[in-house]
C-alpha cells in the first residue's frame, strides 16, 4: 500500500512539472506585457511578478502598430475561408454518402490520397498560379488556396452515412429535393460534426503563416502570424519587449477562449484525425 | 437513374474546382518544374530540361545545412516527445482527481499561435546586454555560464529549437495516448491482477502491446510533422534562417521560391519532391516494420 502512495505521490509531480512547463510561457508573456518598458529593462535578473502592472503596452500595440488591422485581416479571412469551406465541404459529402452514381468510389479513393499530399509540393504552383492572376496582396489570393480539406470532407461523409436511410427515403415520398433534405434534415442532424469541423478550420486559419507569408508583401493584407514576424523585425523598436509580448497576448487570446468554451469539441475532432496543420 | 448521377456531380462541382485548380494540377506542375533546369520566374525562361536542378539544389550548401538541421531535429524530437507523452498519458490515466484540469492545461499549446509563442521562448533564451534571460538565470543557479541560445552556437540553437519543437508536439501526442490508454479492454487488467502481476509487467506485457499500433501511428506523424518542421524555426530565429543557419528543408523549399533568394520555383520543386521522397520513403519503412512488431 505504501508504494502505491509513493507512485501516486510521483505521478502527481511529474504531472505538475509538466503542467508548470507549459504554462510558464503564458504567464511569462502576461507578465512581461504588464511591466513598463522602463521597468522591463532596468530589470537584469527579471522578476517573477510586478507591483506596478501597466496596460501602456496594450495602448501601444494598438497605437504604434497596426495591430488592430492584423487582427481584423486574420478575421475576415477566418470567417470567409471557414464558410466557403463548410459549404463546400457539406456539399461534396452529401455527394458522396447519400447520392449513388457510377464510379463513386473510385472518386473517392482518389479523393481520399490526396489527403496525404503534403502541402509544400502544391504550394509552389499555387504561388505561381496566384501570382499570374494579380492576386497577390488580396484576399481572393489569401482565401482561395485555402478554402479545401480534404479530411474535413472525409469526417463529414462519415457522419452523414450513420444518419438511417430511412429518414432520406422517407423524404423522398414526401417529394422533398435533395437540397431541401440536406439543409433540412442532414444539417441539422449533424450539427455536432459541423461545427467540430468549423472550429478546426478556424484555428487552421487563425494560425496561418506560410501561405499569407507567400502571397503578402503589403502589411495592410498581414494576418497576425505574419504581423507578429513584421513587429519583432521592425515594429516597436527592437528592444520594446513588453510591447512586442502585449501583441503576443492579444493574438493568443482569442483561440484560447475558443479552446476553453468547446474544449470537448476541439479535443474529440483532434482526436479523429486533425495533425497540427 | 440518370438523373441523380448528374445531380450528384453537381454537389461535386464547388469541391472538385477548388481541388482541380489547387491541388491536382500544381501535384503535376511541381514535376514539370523539377525539370525545368534554372527555370527563372521574373523572367520565365529556363536553361533547357533535365535533372540538373537536383544536381544543384544537392550541391547548394544551404540545402545540405537545411537537411542536417532538419535531420537533426527529427532524431531528437521524436523519441524524446514519444517517450515523455507516453509517460505523461500514462500519468493522467492513472488518475481521477484533477485528470480533467490536467488535461486542458495540457491541450494549451495546442491551440496557441506558433508564431507568437515562439517570441515567448525567443525572449526566455535570449541573452542581451541588458539581461541574461531566464533560462541563463536558472543555469547560474546550477553554477552554469551563461549562453545566447539565440544567437550563439549551433548546438544551444539547435537546442532550444528543439525544445519548442517538442513543447508544440507534446499536446496532440499525449491527447491520443490518453484515448488509447483508456480504450485497453480493463478485462485484462482485472486477469493480470488476478495472477497477481506486478505493475511494470502489467506495463510491459499488456499496456504497451495493446497501444502499439497508436504509438506507432503517433511516430509516423511524428516522423512526417518534424520533417516538414517550419515555422517554429523562424518564430525563434526570424525569417532570415539561412543566416543564422537555422534553416530547414521546408524553409529552403520557401526561401527558393520567394524571399531574398527567391524567384525560381524549379529549385524550390526539386527540393519540394526530395522532401516528399524522404518522407515516402520513411511512411514505407515504418508500415513494414510496425506490420512484425505491432499487436493488432
Known amino acids: 500500500m505504501k508504494k502505491r502512495t509513493a507512485a501516486k505521490v510521483i505521478t502527481y509531480i511529474l504531472l505538475i512539472l509538466w503542467a508548470l512547463i507549459v504554462l510558464f510561457p503564458f504567464y511569462w508573456m502576461i507578465l512581461t506585457s504588464l511591466k513598463s518598458y522602463s521597468a522591463y529593462n532596468s530589470e537584469y535578473v527579471p522578476t517573477f511578478f510586478t507591483l506596478h502592472p501597466t496596460l501602456e503596452n496594450y495602448v501601444n500595440a494598438f497605437t504604434q502598430v497596426p495591430l488592430g488591422r492584423y487582427l481584423f485581416n486574420t478575421l475576415i479571412f477566418t470567417v470567409i475561408t471557414t464558410v466557403v469551406m463548410t459549404i463546400v465541404a457539406v456539399l461534396a459529402a452529401f455527394a458522396f454518402a447519400r447520392l449513388k452514381f457510377r464510379g463513386k468510389n473510385i472518386v473517392f479513393g482518389l479523393f481520399l490520397s490526396l489527403m496525404m ?68 434534415v442532414l444539417v441539422p442532424i449533424c450539427r455536432p460534426t459541423i461545427i467540430t469541423i468549423i472550429i478546426l478550420k478556424v484555428i487552421e486559419c487563425w494560425n496561418s503563416y506560410v501561405w499569407p507569408r507567400l502571397i503578402t508583401d503589403d502589411p495592410d493584407y498581414y494576418l497576425v502570424s505574419n504581423g507578429i514576424q513584421e513587429l519583432r523585425e521592425n515594429g516597436f523598436g527592437r528592444e520594446n519587449i513588453p510591447a512586442m509580448m502585449a501583441a503576443v497576448v492579444v493574438i493568443s487570446v482569442p483561440l484560447i477562449v475558443l479552446f476553453l468554451m468547446f474544449r470537448n469539441k476541439i479535443m474529440e475532432g483532434v482526436l479523429r484525425g486533425g495533425t497540427k496543420g | 437513374m440518370e438523373k441523380n448521377n448528374a445531380k450528384a456531380w453537381l454537389y461535386l462541382i464547388p469541391a ?97 499561435n506558433t508564431l507568437a509563442v515562439g517570441l515567448v521562448f525567443m525572449i526566455l533564451f535570449k541573452k542581451t546586454p541588458y539581461t541574461d534571460g531566464m533560462v541563463n538565470l536558472l543555469l547560474h543557479f546550477f553554477h ?110 520557401y526561401d527558393m521560391l520567394y524571399g531574398n533568394g527567391g524567384g525560381y520555383p524549379s529549385y524550390a520543386s526539386a527540393a519540394a519532391i526530395l522532401l516528399f521522397a524522404i518522407i515516402l520513403t520513411i511512411t514505407v519503412i515504418n508500415l513494414m516494420f510496425s506490420r512484425r512488431h505491432v499487436y493488432y
Request: hydrophobic share 50%; proline share 5%.
Open chain 2, 144 to 253: 552554469g555560464p551563461s549562453i545566447d541560445f539565440i544567437d550563439g552556437p549551433y548546438w544551444a540553437k539547435m537546442m532550444v529549437l528543439c525544445i519548442y519543437v517538442i513543447w508544440i508536439v507534446m499536446p496532440f501526442k499525449i491527447l491520443i495516448l490518453t484515448s488509447a490508454l483508456a480504450s485497453v479492454d480493463q478485462n485484462y487488467y482485472n486477469a493480470a491482477k488476478v495472477d497477481g502481476t506486478r505493475g511494470w509487467r502489467i506495463f510491459v506485457r499488456i499496456t504497451l502491446p495493446m497501444i502499439s499500433p497508436t504509438v506507432f501511428y503517433l511516430i509516423i506523424t511524428g516522423f512526417i510533422g518534424a520533417f516538414k518542421e517550419y515555422s517554429d524555426a523562424v518564430a525563434l530565429f526570424g525569417t532570415d534562417l539561412n543566416a543564422a543557419k537555422m534553416n530547414t528543408i521546408v524553409g529552403y523549399i
Open chain 2, 16 to 112: 472538385g474546382i477548388f481541388l482541380a485548380v489547387f491541388m491536382i494540377y500544381p501535384l503535376i506542375d511541381v514535376f514539370v518544374y523539377s525539370m525545368e533546369e534554372s527555370y527563372n520566374f521574373a523572367s520565365q525562361t529556363s536553361r533547357g530540361t533535365g535533372l540538373f536542378n537536383f544536381s544543384y539544389i544537392l550541391h547548394d550548401t544551404y540545402f545540405l545545412q537545411a537537411v542536417k538541421n532538419t535531420a537533426l531535429c527529427v532524431i531528437i524530437t521524436v523519441p524524446i516527445s514519444t517517450v515523455l507523452s507516453l509517460l505523461i498519458a500514462f500519468g493522467l490515466s492513472s488518475i481521477k482527481p484533477l485528470r480533467n484540469l490536467f488535461q486542458t492545461v495540457f491541450f494549451l499549446p495546442y491551440v496557441t
Open chain 1, 117 to 184: 499530399l503534403p502541402n509544400e509540393l502544391v504550394v509552389i504552383t499555387n504561388f505561381a498560379t496566384i501570382t499570374n492572376a494579380g492576386l497577390r496582396n488580396s484576399f481572393p489570393g489569401l482565401i482561395l488556396p485555402s478554402v479545401m480539406s480534404v479530411f474535413y470532407v472525409y469526417l463529414l461523409k462519415e457522419n452523414f452515412e450513420m444518419v438511417p436511410d430511412n429518414l432520406y427515403l422517407a423524404s423522398k415520398v414526401d417529394g422533398t429535393s435533395d437540397l431541401k433534405y440536406l439543409l433540412r
